[in-house]
């Protein structure tokens, strides 16, 4: 391998990985000077000269000329008599350089500094990438899945390099297969075994909140602010706005006319349902915005226990509670209170409807229990246990736990 060669080579690397031109010298200079040290013990009287944009190097040695017979070390001195070979008017006591071809390195040194070379540059590579991404921690990335795994997608982004999507940062319902397009967040970057390790999120709240970004000018312009959000993945997401400009319905412009501005977000999150609700200093307010779609009747607020009773209707208590209890779950952890729900004017009702239990018990049980003829709180509680193992399919187990729903709603 010749000087052009080298320096060929490692300018196509350089393009293709993205050094910048000083650090790609600094690199270069070091690796010659290393060989340099080990040929001559030192390298303090060397030139090293790279000129990147020919292609090619110098390396030049500093010799001091001293008398005839008077060489100690032929490495840093040279006889007077081969000095004035190379300049008739030199003198003793002044320098001369030598320029040193790169061939009389030797053939193993040569591989020695190839070798050296490779691995600073593979090393650089590392921790560039380390601080690209690094930088990048809460921002969208776009790539391409490259490998499914039961507990990982292998992504590559437009670089080709490799990105990490773990099964515990997948939507629920997400689905993808070799050679797709996809969008995450990226969540994490660490150093393992000296190699940089970028994780990426679809399940981030930060992820939810770029959508809005790239899908809603107002919010990527700051006229509107997200103040929060909350999400139970692939099922529900609350998310709390506020302008600044009175001239701005936060909520009507992110949701977009019909929808329209909401939809993209929605169908990139597996159809999550999206509560876009106005923020408010008013706590009572903001608890009750947080509920919907249910509707409110009166809220108390336990300031000092951080808790939130609220009565609702009957019909209402379901909607409030939500699918799997994501509603009440994330309404919770975006007002930061605790929040219980209750029936209006429960304790004055003599019996309950089955189906105002439909957010605590499992529907195939009520059937069950409709089966038989109970169609109300009281008619359930007032058969025995064991004779309602007997009349339905139901287990003693089941049957208790729906005792303890029921009579709660009496105590």
Not at 202 to 217: C, I, K, Q, W
Not at 238 to 261: F, L, N
Not at 283 to 289: A, D, E, G, H, K
Not at 304 to 322: M, T, W
């Amino acid at each position: 391998m010749n000087s052009l060669n080298l320096i060929e080579s490692f300018t196509e690397f350089k393009e293709f990985k993205s050094i910048d031109r000083q650090t790609m010298m600094t690199v270069l200079e070091d690796v010659f000077r290393s060989i340099l040290k080990k040929k001559f013990g030192t390298d303090e009287h060397c030139d090293v000269i790279i000129n990147i944009d020919k292609g090619d190097f110098e390396i030049w040695v500093n010799k001091e000329i001293v008398p005839d017979g008077e060489v100690e070390d032929p490495n840093t001195e040279i006889a007077y008599s081969e000095a004035i070979k190379i300049e008739p008017d030199f003198e003793v006591g002044e320098d001369v350089s030598e320029e040193i071809k790169f061939e009389d390195f030797g053939r193993r040194n040569i591989l020695s500094l190839r070798q050296n070379l490779i691995s600073r540059i593979l090393e650089l590579e590392k921790d560039q990438l380390y601080k690209v991404y690094k930088d990048r921690i809460g921002e969208i990335v776009t790539g391409e899945v490259y490998q499914v795994w039961k507990k990982e997608i292998l992504i590559l982004d437009d670089e080709g390099n490799e990105l990490i999507l773990p099964k515990s940062e997948q939507i629920p319902s997400d689905y993808f297969k070799k050679g797709e397009p996809i969008r995450a967040v990226v969540s994490k970057v660490d150093m393992r075994n000296s190699s940089p390790v970028i994780i990426l999120s679809r399940t981030a709240p930060e992820f939810l909140e770029r959508l809005f970004e790239l899908e809603v000018p107002e919010v990527f312009d700051g006229l509107i602010t997200i103040k929060k959000i909350e999400r139970s993945p692939g099922e529900r997401a609350k998310v709390a706005v506020e302008s600044y400009d009175d001239r701005i319905d936060p909520v009507g412009a992110c949701v977009g006319m019909k929808g329209s501005r909401i939809h993209g977000i929605v169908r990139e999150l597996r159809n999550e349902n999206i509560d876009v609700i106005n923020y408010t200093n008013n706590t009572q307010l903001y608890i009750q915005r947080a509920l919907s779609p249910a509707k409110i009747s009166s809220v108390d607020i336990l300031e000092e226990e951080k808790k939130a009773n609220v009565y609702l209707k009957p019909d209402q208590v379901s909607l409030a509670i939500g699918k799997g209890g994501h509603n009440i779950k994330l309404a919770g952890r975006l007002t930061g209170y605790e929040i219980d729900v209750y029936r209006e004017g429960a304790a004055d009702t003599e019996d309950v409807d089955l189906e105002e239990f439909a957010d605590e018990i499992d529907g195939w049980i009520l059937d069950e229990l409709k089966a038989i003829g109970c169609d109300t709180a009281k008619s359930v509680l007032e058969i025995p246990v064991g004779e309602l193992v007997k009349r339905t399919d139901l287990e003693e187990e089941t049957i208790k736990e729906v005792f303890k729903i029921l009579q709660a709603e009496f105590e």
